[in-house]
């Protein structure tokens, strides 16, 4: 498929998609006992390594054979040959999806208009999936599936989740605020607390780490992605559950859905098929998750008050400590009694019930409800519901009612159920999760490899971090190359003021330091000493700086497409960071991303290329071989949106200001004196003004970091997070000043010039 010709882009510029099969997936062997291991972990401790590991090679590992366990246990698509098996539509599987929304939109009815404490146990129950709700989409736009037109339909359905840049307004922060708004208050998904707080049973747990691993391979697993996306928010689990209006509605992303399976349409080896399976296999888990939490709401409604008292005194019980010896229950320390609390609450509670604790005074009150309110000793333990339901056990104890049921009208319970409603977990749900658990823990990936990596020369290591996704064993050694390059930057702390666009030269920061230094550089260095071209070179020389410049262009924007994922959307910096990189890939128009743009004005000069993510690309002779440790340093960089954070959000200043000025028109001038499009810098020069384009914002999101940084760990750690920040925009000079830098590195080694 290529552009249409009313497009006014050049045929091959566009492609419909990247391809699609999984293929191999190379590993060092040390990943594979170490992603072991990883998945032996219990559900919840799983689910927390796949949200905070998304840099090493183990956790990549993990999450492949994560998707690959939850793909082949999922309900198949009819067999070819069969009458039913004819290639999916998008009507077709809208149908099958809005079937099963109608079958369970009665239980979730129920769910959202059960009780309060229910409802809110259900709530938390579905937070460690609601929130993840679109992660897949994370990584879906890199140098290795863009320009693509499925790509870029997908991102703007991510752009509209991730709140247009606006981290307040992504679907994340509007479900939290409408849990807020329902009583649930949770941490942030990253924190340690996050599953403790939902109370996450292993299925919630299990479901959670599938859509976390498939965001970790989303280039490779294409028409999975766009099949659970479908299905996922046109399904709107969350939306019936919370009563919200959904951020997709259906028909823009039924729309999506025809788009992606048009483009698989000629793609071998079942793409469409698997689209199909993704979207069978999200229904399940969903379906699998409705009933985990209306088999929750249901064993809540019929445990008794004392089952209910009885499960939070047992929660709590194991950290009570010495000092309840002095308080006596049943003639033996209570110390005591809560050590038996965790294998039989029940008996914690009848001991209570029959104390003095219990006993009303005459003015009203009890002495139990005295310590667990303010002032009290046991103060602060319980939290807001839980003192509630003391409260109201409290006083139904006194009164000698019974084992009531809370939060239902109907008759109470035999003993033979509430002992079953006070287990855990129904028994269908336990038994998917051990399911689950038994698949992942004895998977292999289709496609797995254990090799060396080896020493690839720039050409095969570029193909490799272009497709990390099939190269995770090149981490490490991308890992090394950014830190060497960005040792190598700090030349230019000391002699940075003498660059030609750029001045790395070291500075104590402070916010009006450095806007003092971004303006200084626009002013002095780009914008100052502008001057039409004085000497007009000639054609040759003009494609053949293009050729210099083509392979970092090819990879625009790269630093910064693993920045804002889940768990790591909270910041301002974030949010500001995601919007500079929307903008370069405009935004999911292709007509206007950046790396369209550089294709185009490549084609109209005659220089053919492969995509970088072929093959082909390694043996291509129309780039100079200079030209590769540029765009490899880009890509190292990207690959490390955690641990180089502050580095990105530098090189990303130093990227942003390049083409303004002097730089950019004379750029321009060249190439429309030799009738070559010039469109590349013209985007440029326009998005990147200094007055409130990327090149401000660059400078505005490295503020508005450190002051985060500032307001949680003081002053100190500001200076500490600068220096790596500004080691990121030297590594951005490092290549942009290659004649200075040439210079001082033969001083340094005691070369003659």
Known sequence: MTASPSSGLPPDTIDPLPPTRPGRFEF???????????????????????????????????????????????????????????????????????????????????????????????????????????????????????????????????????????????????????????????????????LRETQARPLTALHGSFYLALSRFPASFLPEVAGVHYAFHA???????????????????????????????????????????????????????????????????????????????GRHAPYAGEQHRRVRLGGRPLSEAMESCAADPGT????????????????????????????????????????????????????????????????????????????DEPAESAAAADRWSAALTAHRAAGEVLADPGTPGDRALLRRLVDIEHFPGTLPLARQRALETLDAAEILFEHGARGRCTDAEWFDYTPERLIERVERIYWDKLVGSCRPVARMPDREQVVAGRRRAALSHLVDGAWAYRTGNAGRFDRPADGMLFAIYADEMGRGDPRKNHLTLIRQVLADMGIGLPHIREEAFVEQVELPDDSYPFAIHQLCLALFPDTLYNEI????????????????????????????????????????????????????????????????????????????VWRGYASFALFAEHRLVRVLTARTQGSPR
């Open 28 to 194: 060092s062997p040390g990943a594979a006992p170490q992603a072991a291991a990883l998945l032996a972990l219990p559900a919840a401790d799983r689910y927390r390594r796949l949200l905070a590991d998304q840099e090493s090679e183990p956790a990549l590992l993990a999450a492949l054979r994560t998707v690959d366990a939850f793909l082949a246990g999922a309900p198949q698509p009819p067999r070819p040959g069969t009458a039913a098996a004819a290639p999916p539509t998008a009507d077709g599987i809208a149908a099958e999806v809005l079937a099963v929304r109608e079958e369970l939109s009665a239980t979730l009815g129920e769910l959202a208009a059960a009780p309060a404490g229910t409802r809110t146990a259900v709530l938390r129950q579905r937070a460690p999936v609601a929130l993840l709700g679109g992660c897949w989409l994370d990584t879906l736009s890199q140098p290795a599936t863009q320009p693509t037109t499925v790509v870029n339909r997908l991102f703007t359905h991510h752009f509209r989740l991730k709140g247009e840049g606006e981290p307040q307004r992504s679907a994340e922060q509007r479900r939290r605020r409408a849990l807020e708004d329902l009583g649930v208050l949770l941490p942030p998904l990253n924190s340690e607390a996050f």
């Open 235 to 313: 399904l709107g689990v969350d939306d019936l559950l919370l009563g919200t209006p959904p951020v997709l509605d259906e028909p823009l992303l039924r729309g999506a859905l025809a788009d992606c399976l048009a483009a698989l349409v000629g793609e071998g080896g079942g793409a469409a098929g698997r689209l199909h399976t993704a979207v069978r296999l999200c229904l399940a888990l969903e379906r699998e998750h409705v009933a985990l939490l209306a088999g929750l709401a249901d064993r809540r409604r019929r445990l008794t008050l004392d089952q209910r008292v009885g499960r939070i005194l």
């Open 348 to 423: 914690l509670v009848a001991l209570l019930k029959g104390s003095p604790q219990l006993r009303r005074r005459p003015d009203g009150g009890y002495p139990f409800l005295d310590a667990i309110a303010f002032g009290g000793p046991m103060f602060g333990i319980f939290d807001r519901e839980e003192a509630a339901t003391l409260r109201q056990w409290a006083e139904t104890a006194d009164r000698g009612t019974g084992p009531a049921v809370t939060e239902t009208a109907g008759p109470a319970t035999d003993e033979a159920a509430a002992d079953e409603a006070a287990t």
């Open 649 to 724: 959000l530098g090189f990303n200043l130093g990227a942003e200001m390049f083409g303004l000025g002097e730089l950019g028109l004379q750029q321009i001038e060249k190439l429309r004196h030799h009738g070559f499009d010039a469109c590349y810098e013209q985007a440029h020069l326009s998005i990147d003004n200094m007055s409130a384009g990327h090149a401000r914002q660059a400078a505005d999101l490295v503020v508005a970091h450190l002051d985060t940084v500032r307001r949680t760990s003081g002053a100190a750690a500001v200076q500490q997070e600068w220096r790596r």
